[in-house]
């Protein structure tokens, strides 16, 4: 049993776990306290002041965020005394704030607006005066920041040194203190690994994706052009969040709806991309240990880490599969064997994916990403799970009341493996299914690897197949990533093949998903409730392995030959640079 105390929150007895802050405990009795800065796990410095309480025998006001419980503790959580203290600091932030909410991309999803408006907070008030210089840094592809929107709650500073690069954090003192990089470097001069977690952590709208909604619409107003759409695997389990559905409710059906209804030609699914990746990593791997290449195989799926490798750990490049991600294979796939096949011009075809993931942006820009030829690149606009809601409501598409409609065939036929690629050990599990069947000679019945299953931090397994004992590792965020390829780069763990997803939980949990604000974030598992969605389509489709699917084996039959073939390499394969970190 867990040990428990007994205390008072505005009166009520309540009986809370031993190790609850105040925060937690108010949750028990069905009162959410506002906060700001507080994000568990990530950002519990209770400096923001908004989540002040009373408790009987303390000399001022707590931060409950951070402020633990004990035996008969007495809370008040609404008196007069808070709620001048937190419309004060309202007010204060207000005071230096940009306030051009209505063409703010947050507004509506704003925790400091929410606030503002549920204290009455006038947009004119008693501390208006000077207002600090605001920097605009749009250096990078995939993000911008607006620090007249920032309100110094450091979420984004604690989120990037969770994730190991902690390239910004609070520069000046006072008055003048602002969030940015060493030195004042613009972002791109940092070794920023675009994963993104900043912006999903912020809770104004001082960092936002570089939006591209404009391009898409004006690729699809264009006569000239030939707009197909591919959507990541992820999409399905969180678009739904944007319009008020439950976390974790797999609206696949209706996110194909909405997307021909705002009139690309052809709506495609990445799980076939993600197939495909299967297919060739795979292969990569067998060939890897039958023939000696360099070991342990680390998956190349996730561009963030794709970019933390370069950056942080260059002599592993040679271990990182060479395979490109499926959201390029896809669109190298349709500028090449579709075109071919439907006597289209690829110079023509504009592609879009709908990617979890802003690092995406950076990755389409990406050298060795032309697989139909040179100025020809394989996906030509990425855009986030955000960005698609946001063309879906430009578009006054009623989201919910959709039909369920099918993706276009040609390119829509997928497995369980590919669906469940947006999950942390995905890529992973999919690529067992097909080598264990390959290094077996037979169709294996078990298809579940659920030792690297779950939402943490890293997984380790090891599975008998071929003869052979094969050491297995799935890791998310960059903090852990970093962990296992010091134990590799040492020469511990003697792993065979490690999969490496740069967002913690995976793409469920991506840079480019909903933003949900803190008050759901600190209570709610969104990775682990996000990925059930993708393991119950696995679960429940006829076909749960790569290799079997009758579109895989009619691509490398009528066109790429076979997995790890001469021209599967040209169009499927890319290749890594040794980046300086300043």
């Known amino acids: 049993m867990e040990n428990m105390v007994n205390i008072k929150i505005n009166g009520m007895p309540l009986s809370v776990p031993a190790d609850s802050t105040v ?94 408006n ?117 999409i399905r389990a969180t678009l739904g969040e944007c319009f008020g559905l439950p976390v974790g409710t797999n ?93 289209l011009d690829p110079k023509n075809i504009v592609v879009v994916s709908v990617m979890p993931c802003v690092a995406k942006k950076f990755e389409v820009r990406r050298e060795d990403q032309d697989g139909a030829g040179e100025g020809i690149p394989d996906t030509d606009i990425a855009i986030t799970t955000r960005e698609l809601a946001r063309l879906i409501n430009m578009a006054h598409i009623n989201f919910n009341r959709l039909p369920d409609e099918d993706f276009d065939p040609a390119l829509g036929v997928s497995t369980g493996a590919a669906a469940i690629f947006g999950a942390t050990g995905g890529v992973m599990e999919a690529a067992l299914r097909t080598a264990a069947d390959t290094l077996e000679g037979k169709s294996l019945d078990s298809v579940e690897y659920t030792e690297v299953r779950g939402t943490e931090g890293i997984k380790e397994a090891v599975y008998h197949v071929g003869g052979m004992d094969v050491k297995v590792a799935a890791v998310s965020g960059l903090n852990n990533a970093n962990e296992i390829l010091s134990k590799v780069k040492n020469g511990e763990g003697n792993y065979h093949f490690i999969e490496i997803m740069c967002c913690p939980g995976g793409c469920v949990n991506g840079g480019g998903q909903p933003i949900q604000p803190a008050a759901v974030r600190n209570f709610t598992d969104l990775k682990a409730d996000r990925a059930k969605a993708l393991y119950e389509e696995d679960k429940n489709l006829p076909l749960r392995k790569s290799h079997e699917s009758p579109l895989i084996k009619m691509i490398y039959e009528e066109f790429l030959e076979k997995p790890g073939s001469h021209k599967a390499h040209e169009i499927l394969h890319t290749s890594y640079v040794p980046r300086k970190k300043y």
């Open 23 to 116: 925060l937690e405990a108010a949750r028990f009795a069905g009162i959410d306290i506002p906060t700001l800065c507080y994000l568990k796990g990530i950002n519990e410095i209770g400096a923001c002041r908004m989540c002040v309480v009373e408790v009987k025998g303390a000399r001022s006001l707590v931060a409950s965020c951070v402020y633990p419980v004990n035996e008969g503790m007495e809370v008040q959580t609404n008196t007069p005394k808070i709620q001048e203290s937190r419309k004060m600091t309202l007010e204060m932030l207000l005071s230096v704030h940009n306030r051009d909410c209505l063409a703010c991309k947050r507004s509506g999803n704003c925790e400091f607006q929410t606030l503002c």
């Open 118 to 234: 549920e204290m009455g907070v006038e947009q004119t008030n008693r501390f208006d005066g000077a207002k600090p210089d605001a920097t605009r840094d749009e250096s990078t592809l995939h993000l911008i920041r607006d620090n007249s929107k920032c309100i110094l709650c450091r979420r984004c500073v604690a989120a990037c040194a969770d994730q190991h690069v902690a390239v910004i954090g609070p520069n000046c003192r006072g008055f003048d203190t602002h969030i940015a990089c060493s030195f004042e470097k613009p972002l791109n001069d940092v070794p920023c690994v675009s994963c993104g977690q900043c912006i999903v952590s912020c809770p104004t709208g001082a960092l936002t994706e570089r939006d591209q909604c404009t391009e898409v619409m004006a690729a699809l107003n264009d006569p000239e052009k030939y707009v197909v759409v591919q959507t990541a695997p992820a």
């Open 251 to 343: 609206v696949k059906g209706k996110m194909v709806a909405a997307l021909r209804r705002l009139g690309f030609n052809k709506v495609f699914d990445t799980d076939f991309g993600a197939d495909l990746t299967i297919m060739e990593e795979a292969n990569e791997l067998l060939e890897r240990v039958q023939n000696g290449g360099p070991l342990p195989l680390i998956t190349s799926c996730s561009p963030g880490w794709i970019k933390f490798c370069e950056y942080y750990y260059p002599e592993l490049l040679p271990n990182v599969s060479s395979c490109k991600s499926p959201q390029q294979m896809t669109g190298a796939v349709i500028k090449t064997y579709y075109a071919q096949k439907n006597n």
